[in-house]
């Protein structure tokens, strides 16, 4: 038996959460009854709507519902994914090939890369980001290339001199927009590149759409499915953790290219069982009856943005307003760089009792900036931005 975890194949190139330490911060302020106002982690705070609890309890109630279900996913659920994406964005699927139910994104996106990357297959992602899209990478034996996003532009410019210029050429490309952590939202015509250099130079594509729906002051965020022709080398993830309230019952869909998720499905076959039945029955009726509590939940989180910017902004730290996703990214105030991101966040939990998430938690890239999650309600965000111009006062 190794003498650490770290001994182990697989553990050893798994480096230790840099969130972890901020967190154990906040657990150890915590525990001493300190107020800490936590815009760490993006764990929504808001409830699940009623309509699906209730029908969650209903169905738990039914022993049929008791049994393993499907690895796949219930038929009706596949069928209300695909209602959903014919009117939303006008994309047709077929529930039975082009549709699987996954335990959450990360399930979705862990073993889709476990799936189709063998040893040293190349996959391009933006950096920085969300740490399953590098270390998902990794864990599949992949080789994780990261090209810089200062925005969405200069991603695709890379990643056409990569294509031009590199000898190994990707695999796999995996995005997602709006994007986790630097909030950069893209149009329809970005995706028609992408899909464009995919198409022609053989690249799987992974979407990842975590946040389609959380999108502010009338921007809509377009599924990549849009584009003509994706489904022959695109597959998007959609998940019911955001638009939903439902991060905790670990429900997300993969969706489009049917031989993506045939080998999806094949693999998930061996892994599990498929989410709990009463669970895929309630989602059908998230789906079905609460398009307003999207709105809802969208509509809070813009305002819970609009202080976050406004209280910032006169705390003395210029912020840029976030058109999607639920965080706000913020550069690092001037004088603050050179100590780096953890450093400040831990600053900023042990002066003004704010707890964010420090930019190189998700990539050498992310250095400069921390992510704000807008998981507190506005008066607490106010009063983080109240504690926070306070701090940058007093360190002058
Ligand atoms: C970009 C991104 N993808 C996926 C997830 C996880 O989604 P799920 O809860 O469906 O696994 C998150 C959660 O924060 C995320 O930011």
Known sequence: MPESTDDFYRIQKLPPYVFAVINEMRAKARAA???????GMGNPDGATPR???????????????????QSRGI??????ITKRYRANYGVELDPDKEAIVTIGAKDALAHLLFATIGPDDAVVSPNPAYPIHQYGVIMAEGHACMLPMPDAATFLNRLEDLYRTSTRKPKMLLISFPHNPTTTCVDLDFFRQIIRLAQEHGTMVVHDFAYADLCFDGYKAPSIL???GAKEVAVEIFSMSKSYNMAGWRVGFCLGNSKMIAALARIKSYLDYGVFQPIQIASIIALRECEEDTRKICAMYQKRRDALVTGLRRAGWPVTPTQGTMFLWAPLPERFRPMGSLEFSKLLLEKALVAVSPGIGFGPMGESHVRFALVENEQRIRQATRAIGGFLKSSH
């Open 33 to 39: 009854q300190i107020d800490v106002i936590d815009l």
């Open 226 to 228: 849009q584009v003509e």
């Open 51 to 69: 309509v699906i609890v209730n029908k969650m309890v209903e169905a738990a109630r039914n022993a049929k519902n008791h049994r393993y279900s």
């Open 75 to 80: 038929p009706k659920l596949r069928e209300e």
